[in-house]
């Protein structure tokens, strides 16, 4: 410690409850913070992409002002355009586009407000569940830290020395 204090060191249970409980946590924001984008005159564009399995997709769900339209273009890794929609809704009319990826790959997406306004959230849900994994691992580590917790000692041993 600093200031030339001690501590005690911590136990091997500690440790795993602690990494556990960190990856739940972690899994938890990354798969809830997630927030719609408003698009709009000064920025009618979201542009991003996904790294993308054989089947996995991206839902775009758009909710448009009044007199909007509004384009969705997909690029595959090589650049070549392997989905590309247009829209012109009505007023409140809110609608979800589905893209599914014929081949693994890098995507970029690109969703275009040409007119008017409105929001826009992109999820790519992935075929394989393979973002869910810090689930089990994330227990795991809570179950053995529970375990190694009851067979641990709680007793202090006290040790005489003489010299």
């Not at 440790?15 to 946590?25: A, R, Y």
């Not at 650049?79 to 809110?94: I, L, M, N, Q, R």
């Amino acid at each position: 410690m600093a200031g030339g204090g001690t501590a005690p060191s911590m136990k091997m249970s500690d440790v795993f409850l602690l990494v556990g409980m960190s990856i739940l946590v972690g899994g938890i924001i990354m798969h809830a913070w997630t927030a719609s984008t408003t698009l709009d005159e000064a920025s009618p564009t979201l542009e991003s992409g996904a790294s993308m399995l054989k089947e996995d997709t991206l839902t775009f769900e758009l909710s448009p002002g009044k007199n909007a339209s509004i384009t969705i273009t997909v690029l595959s890794e090589d650049g070549s355009t392997v989905a590309d929609e247009s829209w012109s809704p009505g007023e409140g009319e809110d609608f979800e586009y589905t893209f599914t990826a014929a081949e693994g790959g890098f995507y970029t997406y690109t969703v275009t407000y040409e007119s008017g306004e409105g929001e826009a959230f992109v999820d790519v849900n992935r075929n394989t569940m393979i973002d869910f994994i810090a689930y089990p691992i994330g227990a795991a580590c809570i179950g053995f830290g529970a375990y190694k917790r009851s067979i641990e000692s709680d007793e202090v041993l006290d040790a005489e020395l003489e010299g």
